[in-house]
């Protein structure tokens, strides 16, 4: 039943959902400073490796269409 409503989503539905959870990631680091402390003290290449490992699947898959 989850994977039917699933496929009905549009580019629209997805950048929405990525968009909050954005949201939620900064505000979840707004209102807990250890975090916010511990994100800033993380080099900012390590994230940006999580960024490409995590992205390897989905444009693979669309690139490969």
Do not use: C, H, Q
Request: glycine fraction near 2%.
């Amino acid at each position: 039943m989850l994977k039917e409503k699933i496929k009905k989503f549009d580019i629209w539905d997805i950048g929405l959902i990525k968009l909050s959870v954005i949201a939620f990631t900064l505000f979840v680091l707004t209102i807990w400073p250890a975090l916010t402390s511990w994100a800033y003290s993380v080099n900012p290449w390590y994230y940006f490796i999580l960024l490409v490992v995590f992205a390897i699947r989905p444009v693979y898959k669309v690139l490969s269409k």
